[in-house]
Structure formats: structure tokens, C-alpha cells
């Protein structure tokens, strides 16, 4: 064969390759598109379905006018109320992860008309999603603390919107885009905020690129047009009260801020949102440059870069803690009274627990008449709550509320439900405690605005007829919630200071706590009493223990707490113990022995408890040497 031959079936060849590299080019925006839902779709629906469950009951959307006009009193007030329209879908998760994708959906087939984007490059489209994404999957406990309401999906719906602003603004000749621009700045800045403002700067920006030819017109366009964005924002500030001057121009950008911290981790998608629509306005400029280098190949793993990429980010921004998803799990069954549920997926818990795990999990033996024989079963020592930021999770922020309520605290359940409710909106979650604790406490009235709420949202009105049933027949209430009840009845409910320390607060209360007349109660004490490794809170709660539960089998680790302490102490009254000697003194020996053989190996104290906590750390005894006890000294 030819040289001349051989070259062009080469130049064949490479003709073929490149005219399918082209075609894929031109498919690309299809391919990755396909690719994010389906990507977004596992994210959310995958390993974030109880997070989305937790998102509904930590928003609210009522149909009445008060609500409405609350939320419209700021700029961007109605995307907010959108926001929170379309978050309660979350009830069924699979149907708001629906609305959400079709939301972007819409975002990416906009895109390409507002920023005329070319398709061999047009999967830049999908980063400002991916930032969106992000957005949602990356909250973590910023879920107790967030004050944007409908947030996960206000923010889509607004750039929506922003994107909707510039694409309506190609339909406008150069003379009347002025016009555009500054009906368009006046009017959506109260809707949308600086969501608004963006719009405008796109529309600047692409406008700017397109028309360079036109450079008498350009000019002319952004002169006037960078003053109008710098005015308008500044004439709405005297027409909103809750507005302070020097946010006119930001306001509403999510900020995540407590008293104590504020996380600009958490608000990078949104600069990344705002960087990446930048660039997409000047991709215009760009694109006849590419085009003319006749360098498809490059366009294509340009394209594929930047969406694996992109995948990749939004997988290291899921916040996939498993303790955080484990109590966001255990919280719903806790809700459902489901009890079984909650201990089993605190046994599935392979690392340490948080707090929160371990009162609820406290919370569900409790009410399964199970402490006494499993409490110490569990891993007892815990982590703080895992976070990215600064951001210090607090007990009372979170589970505090329902905490209280299923101890019996009413006073302390309203109390936490209406100043988080105060401090960052009220949720369906505060109304529901709010409802059952005056149903309880039988303030017939304020459980009736309470029912009157959640009847005025979508998904919750046969919880509110229910919760209806009960204020007229208290009977049915009395029976869901006798424990509650009867800890209610005979504990006090005095409403003093626990200043934000709930599990402490509980400790020490019913750790100090002597009853004779409620069973429940009595044995929650003993339980605290153990907890706080006191023999001499013990005694007196053990021994009415005894006289309360005459010819009944006394739990395993009240045993081991009484046969240690009488060992350790050697009382006057330890031969008298109700104990099955024979059975503790053989488990106490060979924990005690194997405890001493790791310290002759060298181990320190903490190393010696680790190494037999296979075999003996589901005993009073390994908790009492090792554990960490919810107030280090009492």
C-alpha cells in the first residue's frame, strides 16, 4: 500500500473519530443531564431519605394569610413561602425529591436559552445544580439551626426565576433592555432579594458579551445599568422594617450563623452557584474561539472532567455521618412510639453514640420496662456530635423538647418547643409537642390553636383530627401516653433553670428524686442513680426498689450495682442482699481478674477497660470503672 493510501485511510480514521466525538458533543448535555438526576435522585432518596423525612417536621406551611404575610414582610419573602409550600412534600419523600429534580430540571433547560449556551459545552449547565445539590446534602445539625424557611427548595425556585429574568431579557432590542433591566431589578428584588440582583448582573454580563460590536450600546447599557443595582435595593430598605441598611444588596443569601459561629463552608455552593452562572454568561465570548480551533476532543473531556468532578465534590459534601442519620432515625420511631425500633438501631450502631442516641435509647428501654436488664448492654461512652464548622450542637436545639415531654417535663417540653420555635421559626415538630403537652396538662385552649395549626397544613390534618379526638375524650390520650402520665402526676414539674443542659438537668433531677407512690418513677430514679456511679443515691432507691416489686426477680444490673457497692463498701446490711451471690461472685471475679492481668501487662486504666470490654463490657461493672457518666461528679 501507498504512503498516499496509508495517509488517507489515516485521515479517514481520524475523520471518523472525530465526527463521533462531535456527535457525542452535541449529545453531551442529554448524557450528563441523565446522568445528575439519576446521580441526585440515588443521593437523596439513597442515604438521605430519613433526612428528608426530618426536613418536612422541621419545616411548616400553613394556608392562612398570617403566614403569608410574615414571610413576605423581607425581600425574597415569596420564594421563602414557595419554599415552604413545596418542602412539606417531603412527607412522601419520593414525591418532593420529584418537585425538587423537576425544579432543576427546569433550571437546566433554561439555562441554555438565557445564557445561549452551545451544547458542545453546554454541561457547564450542570455545576450551578450540582451547587444546589450540595447545597441540600451538606446541612448536617445545621438542620436544627437553620432560620431560612423552605430552604430546600426557595433557593432552586429563586434562581429559577433568576435565570427565567434573563432569558426573558433576548426578547428586548437594545433601545428597551434599559427598560428591561430596570423593571426587571425594581420588581424582583422584594420577590426573589439578591437573587435579583444577580439577575441583573447576568443580564448585564451576557448582554455586555453579545452586543461588542455594539460598543456605543454597550456602554451606554451598563452605565446605566450598574448605578440602577446599586439604587434599588437601597429604595426598598425604607419600605421593610426587618431590614438593616448594610444588607440591602445581600439580603437573603443563606448565611449560616448562630450566636456563637458562623460556617462559611456551608455557604460555598452559593458562591460557587454565583461564580459558575459568571462564567456561563461569557461563554458566548468563548465558544467561536472553540469552535474555530476545530478541537472537539478537548471540548469532550473538558465536559467529562468537569462533570466527574462535580460528582465528586457533591459526594465528599454529603453529610453521611452515621451517627447523625441514627438519630434522626431513632427520633422518628420515638415520635411513632415505636420503642423496639429505636433500641434496634441503636444495637446497629457500630461506633460510638452521640448523646442524643444514648438518652433516647434510655428513653425506649424505659418504656419497654427493659433498663434495669439492658441499659448497660450498650456502649456508654459517646462523641460529640460531628460537625465541618465551628457550629456547637446543643441538646436543648435539638431533641430537648421531646425529651422532656416523654419524661413527664411539660413545663420544660413548651418551654424549648416556643423559644427554638421563636429563634428559628416554628416547625410541625414544636406544634405536635406543643399539642400533646397542653392536651396532657389539659389547657384545652392552647391545644386547641395548636390543632387549629397543623389542620391548616397539608399532610398533618389526620394527626390533628386525632390529636381533636383526644381533647374531647382525655381518656384516649391518658392510655397512648400513661407513662408520661404517670411521671407527670407524681414528679414536679416546677419550671426553673436548666440552662440548656437537658440530659444534665434530668440527671440530677430524678437522680436526687425520692417517690414511693409511682412505680415508673421510682425505678427511673434508681436508673439516674446508677448513672451518676453514687452508692449513696443508690441505697435508699435500690431498697425501695425491693419493697416496691415484693417476690418479683430484680434486674441483672440492679444486682451488679448492689453486689459492687456492697463489696466496695462492706455495709452492715450486705448479707441480707436479695442477690443470686453465686452467679455475681463468679462474673464479678473473672471481670476483676482480667481487669488486674492487663494492668500487670503495662496498660493504663482506660487501656486495661478497652481490652475487656469484649467480654465484660455489658455490665454495671465495666460502666462503673470505664464508663462516662452524664455528670463527671456528683
Not at 429604595?235 to 426587618?242: G, K
Request: proline share 4%; hydrophobic share 45%; net charge positive.
Amino acid at each position: 500500500m501507498s504512503k498516499k493510501k496509508r495517509a488517507d485511510k489515516k485521515q479517514k480514521e481520524t475523520d471518523k473519530k472525530s465526527r463521533l466525538i462531535s456527535s457525542l458533543n452535541q449529545y453531551m448535555p442529554w448524557i450528563g443531564g441523565i446522568l445528575f438526576f439519576l446521580f441526585a435522585g440515588f443521593l437523596l432518596m439513597g442515604p438521605n431519605y430519613e433526612y428528608l423525612l426530618a426536613v418536612q417536621e422541621r419545616s411548616l406551611f400553613t394556608a392562612n394569610a398570617d403566614f403569608f404575610h410574615n414571610l413576605i414582610a423581607t425581600p425574597g419573602g415569596m420564594v421563602h413561602w414557595l419554599g415552604c409550600f413545596f418542602t412539606q412534600f417531603f412527607y412522601h419523600p419520593i414525591l418532593g425529591c420529584s418537585l425538587l429534580i423537576f425544579i432543576w430540571l427546569c433550571i437546566y433547560a433554561v439555562s441554555f436559552r438565557a445564557f445561549r449556551l452551545p451544547k458542545s459545552w453546554g454541561i457547564g449547565a450542570l455545576v450551578p445544580l450540582f451547587a444546589l445539590l450540595c447545597s441540600i446534602l451538606d446541612l448536617g445539625y445545621w438542620l436544627y439551626y437553620l432560620k431560612i424557611q423552605g430552604y430546600w427548595f426557595s433557593e432552586s425556585l429563586a434562581y429559577l426565576f433568576t435565570l427565567l429574568g434573563v432569558w426573558g431579557s433576548h426578547y428586548f432590542r437594545s433601545p428597551y433592555r434599559i427598560f428591561y433591566l430596570a423593571g426587571w431589578t425594581i420588581l424582583a428584588y422584594p420577590l426573589l432579594g439578591w437573587y435579583a440582583l444577580l439577575g441583573s448582573i447576568l443580564i448585564l454580563l451576557v448582554h455586555q458579551v453579545s452586543s461588542s460590536k455594539e460598543k456605543r450600546e454597550s456602554f451606554r447599557f451598563s452605565l446605566i445599568g450598574l448605578p440602577l443595582i446599586g439604587i434599588v435595593p437601597l429604595v426598598w430598605y425604607y419600605f421593610y422594617d426587618q431590614m438593616r441598611l448594610e444588607e440591602a444588596w445581600t439580603y437573603g443569601f443563606p448565611l449560616f450563623q448562630t450566636e456563637e459561629s458562623t460556617s462559611w463552608i456551608t455557604s460555598l455552593p452559593f458562591f460557587v452557584l454565583i461564580l459558575s452562572s459568571l462564567l456561563l454568561a461569557c461563554i458566548n465570548r468563548m465558544y467561536p474561539k472553540a469552535k474555530s480551533s476545530n478541537r472537539p476532543l478537548y471540548a469532550f473531556l473538558v465536559q467529562v472532567f468537569l462533570f466527574i468532578g462535580c460528582c465528586v465534590c457533591t459526594l465528599s459534601a454529603n453529610f453521611d455521618d452515621p451517627n447523625y442519620h441514627c438519630e434522626l432515625k431513632m427520633y422518628r420511631h420515638m415520635q411513632e412510639r415505636n420503642w423496639q425500633a429505636v433500641i434496634e438501631e441503636a444495637e446497629k450502631q457500630s461506633q460510638r453514640p452521640t448523646r442524643p442516641i444514648i438518652v433516647m435509647r434510655n428513653i425506649a428501654l424505659m418504656n419497654t420496662g427493659e433498663w434495669g436488664k439492658r441499659a448497660f448492654r450498650f456502649e456508654s461512652n459517646s462523641i460529640s456530635p460531628y460537625t465541618r464548622d465551628s457550629l456547637r450542637v446543643e441538646m436543648s436545639r435539638t431533641i430537648a423538647p421531646m425529651v422532656y415531654f416523654q419524661y413527664g417535663k411539660l413545663n420544660y417540653a413548651n418551654r424549648w418547643a416556643i423559644e427554638n420555635g421563636v429563634e428559628f421559626g416554628f416547625k410541625v415538630n414544636d406544634l405536635k409537642i406543643l399539642a400533646h403537652s397542653a392536651i396532657l396538662s389539659g389547657e384545652k385552649k392552647a391545644a386547641s390553636k395548636y390543632i387549629k395549626l397543623l389542620e391548616e397544613t397539608t399532610f398533618h390534618q389526620k394527626e390533628a383530627r386525632k390529636l381533636k379526638k383526644w381533647l374531647k375524650q382525655s381518656e384516649k390520650a391518658d392510655s397512648a401516653f400513661a407513662l408520661i402520665r404517670e411521671l407527670h402526676q407524681h414528679d414536679s414539674n416546677l419550671l426553673d433553670s436548666d440552662n440548656g443542659e437537658c440530659e444534665i438537668y434530668l440527671t440530677h433531677n430524678f437522680a436526687t428524686t425520692m417517690n414511693v407512690d409511682s412505680k415508673p418513677l421510682q425505678e427511673v430514679t434508681l436508673n439516674y442513680a446508677m448513672l451518676c456511679k453514687s452508692s449513696q443515691l443508690f441505697w435508699p432507691r435500690f431498697f425501695q426498689y425491693v419493697a416496691l416489686h415484693p417476690n418479683e426477680e430484680i434486674p441483672i444490673h440492679y444486682q451488679e450495682a448492689a453486689f459492687l457497692y456492697a463489696t466496695l463498701e462492706q455495709p452492715p446490711f450486705a448479707s441480707q442482699l436479695p442477690l443470686d451471690r453465686e452467679n455475681l461472685q463468679s462474673r464479678y471475679a473473672a471481670f476483676f481478674n482480667a481487669v488486674q492481668t492487663q494492668v500487670r501487662y503495662g496498660q493504663t486504666e482506660q487501656q486495661a477497660g478497652e481490652a475487656v470490654k469484649a467480654q465484660h463490657g455489658r455490665t454495671f461493672w465495666w460502666y462503673y470503672f470505664f464508663g462516662m457518666a452524664p455528670i463527671p461528679s456528683f
